[in-house]
């Protein structure tokens, strides 16, 4: 081993400028795999991270203009939904798998007011199965409960960052006191979470309150339940085009028009959602190991220029003893240490750039209008996965050096002893 060890030092300091171009081609593949990797991590991350609060594990089913004339109406007529609709989702025919069914009303644009502060906010009437379906996440307080829901009581919840305009100084006071939605005074009993990225303005009160005020009607804006029995994409789809099909014939929607009765199921979104993290990680690899290649095919070619400028010393090795596996042996170590050094080295870099991207890009947010996203969250790769791509490059820097080293191993004593 240690004559092995000396050999490859003594061949690697021999040609130190190809060996140094041939490491940076290596070095310079795996750190663009790793950069790669990591900054696909951040954009998936951040994806996720901006939309998995508007993403619940719920169906919604909402109204919405006609694109087709169907049953003597015209196409353009808007579909409202009503009491029927829900009344529809828990009865019999869905016992045992629809559950959890809640509506929600319209929503009314309001000005909050409090000791002379003013923040925007929409008065929304809910069950309160809205706060798991809508993954609100309290702050403070509580949400609206089966009580206040029967007793039609004049409450209301509004987020941190609408807390925050009324009260800066301490929003997390405001628990208990009336606030003032238009011409009408709610008390305040919770606060959900937001954060800067998060644009959302709904205040939730209770469903009851909001229809013995605003609206009197049987009407529902939106109609929401969770599913028990479908697993599989195509169950999913299958009752999507059931349940939907139904409240079309309900509404004199004709049967194939998708845009008069809209439904949006979570789980399937969800599924969708990791379809794309699976094509885009997928991608990423191809195109860090297309880049690899590019290093190992430059190793190959260097070891073939070595293999042919030292055929002399070969034949000198095969002339006194020395077996074709051994010639194999000195090649193929060339090619796994300049593989494995420049690699790790590569590697290192990578971790330290996912570093940098983190503590750079994956600081800043990007303004879209009426949302703050950040571009990159957490752009980092796991040290297993690095030490798999090194592997991975180690392995291909071996089968790089075999087809030289076979073709050393097979150059006959005399030949190569007259070689220059």
């Given at each position: 081993?240690?004559?092995?060890?000396?050999?490859?030092?003594?061949?690697?300091?021999?040609?130190?400028?190809?060996?140094?171009?041939?490491?940076?081609?290596?070095?310079?593949?795996?750190?663009?795999?790793?950069?790669?990797?990591?900054?696909?991590?951040?954009?998936?991350?951040?994806?996720?991270?901006?939309?998995?609060?508007?993403?619940?594990?719920?169906?919604?089913?909402?109204?919405?203009?006609?694109?087709?004339?169907?049953?003597?109406?015209?196409?353009?007529?808007?579909?409202?939904?009503?009491?029927?609709?829900?009344?529809?989702?828990?009865?019999?025919?869905?016992?045992?798998?629809?559950?959890?069914?809640?509506?929600?009303?319209?929503?009314?644009?309001?000005?909050?007011?409090?000791?002379?502060?003013?923040?925007?906010?929409?008065?929304?009437?809910?069950?309160?199965?809205?706060?798991?379906?809508?993954?609100?996440?309290?702050?403070?307080?509580?949400?609206?409960?089966?009580?206040?829901?029967?007793?039609?009581?004049?409450?209301?919840?509004?987020?941190?960052?609408?807390?925050?305009?009324?009260?800066?100084?301490?929003?997390?006071?405001?628990?208990?006191?009336?606030?003032?939605?238009?011409?009408?005074?709610?008390?305040?009993?919770?606060?959900?979470?937001?954060?800067?990225?998060?644009?959302?303005?709904?205040?939730?009160?209770?469903?009851?309150?909001?229809?013995?005020?605003?609206?009197?009607?049987?009407?529902?804006?939106?109609?929401?339940?969770?599913?028990?029995?479908?697993?599989?994409?195509?169950?999913?789809?299958?009752?999507?085009?059931?349940?939907?099909?139904?409240?079309?014939?309900?509404?004199?929607?004709?049967?194939?028009?998708?845009?008069?009765?809209?439904?949006?199921?979570?789980?399937?979104?969800?599924?969708?959602?990791?379809?794309?993290?699976?094509?885009?990680?997928?991608?990423?690899?191809?195109?860090?190991?297309?880049?690899?290649?590019?290093?190992?095919?430059?190793?190959?070619?260097?070891?073939?220029?070595?293999?042919?400028?030292?055929?002399?010393?070969?034949?000198?090795?095969?002339?006194?003893?020395?077996?074709?596996?051994?010639?194999?042996?000195?090649?193929?170590?060339?090619?796994?240490?300049?593989?494995?050094?420049?690699?790790?080295?590569?590697?290192?870099?990578?971790?330290?750039?996912?570093?940098?991207?983190?503590?750079?890009?994956?600081?800043?947010?990007?303004?879209?209008?009426?949302q703050k996203i950040q571009m990159l969250v957490n752009p980092t790769v796991g040290l297993d996965v690095a030490l798999e791509a090194t592997l991975?490059?180690?392995?291909?820097?071996?089968?790089?050096?075999?087809?030289?080293?076979?073709?050393?191993?097979?150059?006959?004593?005399?030949?190569?002893?007259?070689?220059?």
């Amino acid at each position: 081993m240690g004559e092995l060890l000396h050999e490859i030092g003594s061949s690697l300091r021999q040609n130190k400028l190809r060996t140094a171009l041939t490491g940076f081609a290596v070095s310079w593949g795996i750190f663009l795999l790793i950069a790669l990797l990591g900054a696909g991590n951040g954009l998936m991350n951040s994806f996720l991270g901006n939309v998995q609060d508007f993403i619940s594990q719920s169906v919604q089913v909402e109204g919405w203009r006609t694109s087709k004339p169907y049953a003597g109406y015209k196409e353009g007529r808007w579909i409202q939904l009503d009491q029927r609709d829900a009344d529809y989702a828990n009865s019999p025919r869905w016992q045992g798998i629809v559950e959890n069914v809640t509506t929600t009303t319209s929503t009314k644009s309001t000005n909050l007011v409090l000791d002379g502060n003013t923040v925007n906010g929409w008065l929304t009437g809910v069950q309160p199965d809205y706060q798991d379906q809508a993954k609100l996440k309290m702050a403070a307080g509580r949400f609206i409960n089966k009580a206040d829901v029967d007793q039609k009581r004049k409450v209301i919840v509004i987020s941190t960052s609408q807390a925050k305009e009324l009260c800066p100084q301490d929003p997390e006071s405001l628990i208990g006191k009336w606030v003032k939605a238009g011409e009408l005074s709610f008390q305040l009993i919770g606060l959900y979470h937001t954060d800067e990225r998060d644009f959302r303005r709904a205040t939730p009160i209770p469903y009851s309150t909001y229809k013995g005020i605003y609206d009197s009607s049987d009407k529902i804006e939106t109609l929401s339940f969770t599913l028990n029995g479908p697993t599989t994409l195509e169950e999913h789809k299958q009752f999507e085009e059931e349940f939907a099909g139904d409240i079309r014939r309900m509404h004199d929607v004709a049967p194939d028009d998708n845009m008069g009765i809209w439904i949006r199921n979570g789980y399937t979104a969800n599924m969708e959602m990791t379809k794309a993290q699976s094509i885009l990680r997928i991608a990423l690899w191809i195109l860090g190991l297309l880049t690899l290649i590019s290093g190992i095919v430059g190793v190959s070619n260097i070891m073939l220029i070595t293999v042919k400028e030292r055929t002399h010393e070969f034949g000198i090795l095969k002339a006194i003893g020395a077996k074709p596996r051994a010639i194999m042996t000195l090649i193929i170590a060339d090619s796994v240490a300049i593989t494995a050094f420049f690699g790790y080295i590569g590697m290192l870099l990578g971790m330290v750039a996912c570093q940098v991207m983190d503590k750079t890009v994956g600081q800043e947010a990007v303004d879209i209008g009426f949302q703050k996203i950040q571009m990159l969250v957490n752009p980092t790769v796991g040290l297993d996965v690095a030490l798999e791509a090194t592997l991975l490059l180690i392995v291909a820097g071996t089968i790089a050096g075999a087809i030289p080293a076979w073709k050393a191993a097979k150059v006959k004593p005399i030949e190569a002893l007259r070689a220059e």
